[in-house]
């Protein structure tokens, strides 16, 4: 059976503060920002299913942005695909505004920075996506597929079948379109040196390996270290993003239903964690679960494939705060 509709909040909210309730129930996907005094109509529902998440957005009026270290508060670090169903939006990545109109695509790295800027009325459709193997650890970030792009034309179907399906889709099917999204809109080669994109990437590579000091990672990127130091200061520092490297690691292990049930000490230590302790306080600190309870998770929704930090956000009540 599929994953039921878990979740829909729909509301018309008259002054900012009215608003409350809403901005804190989407506090661990963004900060919310209303534009303007005057009323504005809010419409949110969001879906789990087939290993992916669902929300659809009718709005206007407000900001959604997305912070620097987000991910480190909420244990959020998915891949985003957006979908302008109706209306117009713009995106900001560093500073870049590129603007959306109706059946545009974005795509988005929920680990990095950006803002959605909704000035009039529009619906959206945001599917995430959890990093599930090491080649789609690094999402392209702000990487815009206008609706005449020959890509666009190949996801957009699927989204809008997992958005707007009258019929529950089996878990086959909707994990068949959430598998072909997720192949659909893998990163292609860079057109230009990006050297932020290029540490991720060796921190994905080899953040489990002590032997590689950033001294190493430095001359591998072909920088000094002091600016090794510097390129890693708006994502937190080195350290930070070495530590994020290695959770996400040991995630992909913990979410991996084929793979061996590995005791937590093994997934710490192959994560490139010394003190299984450590690693469990962090884990917790991250994402709300230990590992042993996030593992758990994932095993008990069967086909549905559901990430529990899906669970845990759909399992909110409206005022933003998880049942006891």
Do not use: K
């Not at 879906?47 to 912070?67: M, P």
């Not at 994020?244 to 093994?266: E, K, Q």
């Amino acid at each position: 059976m599929n994953h039921p509709v878990l979740m829909e909040r729909r509301g018309q909210f008259e002054t900012p503060g009215e608003a409350e309730a809403l901005r804190a129930f989407l506090a661990p996907l963004f900060d919310l920002t209303l534009m303007h005094d005057a009323p504005v109509s809010i419409s949110c529902h969001a879906r789990a299913t087939g290993g992916g998440l669902v929300v659809r957005l009718d709005a206007g009026s407000l900001e959604l942005e997305r912070a620097v270290g987000a991910a480190r508060r909420g244990g959020w670090d998915h891949r985003l695909v957006l979908l302008v169903s109706a209306g117009s939006c713009d995106s900001i990545v560093r500073e870049r505004v590129q603007p959306l109109r109706s059946g545009d695509i974005a795509l988005f790295d929920m680990a990095r920075s950006f803002r959605l800027s909704i000035q009039r009325p529009a619906s959206l459709v945001l599917l995430f996506l959890p990093r599930s193997t090491p080649l789609e650890s690094l999402p392209p970030h702000g990487r815009h597929l206008p609706a005449e792009d020959v890509m666009n034309g190949l996801i957009v179907p699927p989204i809008r079948l997992l958005a707007d399906s009258p019929a529950p889709l089996s878990p086959t099917e909707a994990c068949a379109l959430i598998d072909a999204i997720a192949l659909l809109a893998q990163a292609p080669p860079p057109d230009a040196p990006d050297r932020l994109t290029d540490l991720w990437a060796l921190l994905d590579a080899c953040a489990t390996n002590a032997e590689w000091p950033p001294g190493r990672m430095a001359a591998a990127l072909g920088l000094s270290r002091t600016g090794l130091y510097r390129l890693a200061t708006s994502e937190g520092g080195v350290s930070a993003m070495r530590q994020d490297a290695r959770l996400r690691h040991a995630v992909m292990l913990l979410m991996d239903p084929s793979g061996p049930v590995r005791a937590v000490a093994d997934v710490a230590l192959a994560s490139g964690f010394a003190s299984p302790a450590h690693f469990s306080r962090l884990f917790r600190q991250r994402f709300s679960l230990s590992p042993l309870e996030f593992r758990t998770r994932v095993r008990d929704s069967g086909e549905a494939r559901l990430d529990p930090r899906f669970a845990l956000w759909l399992e909110r009540e409206p005022n933003g705060v998880a049942p006891s």
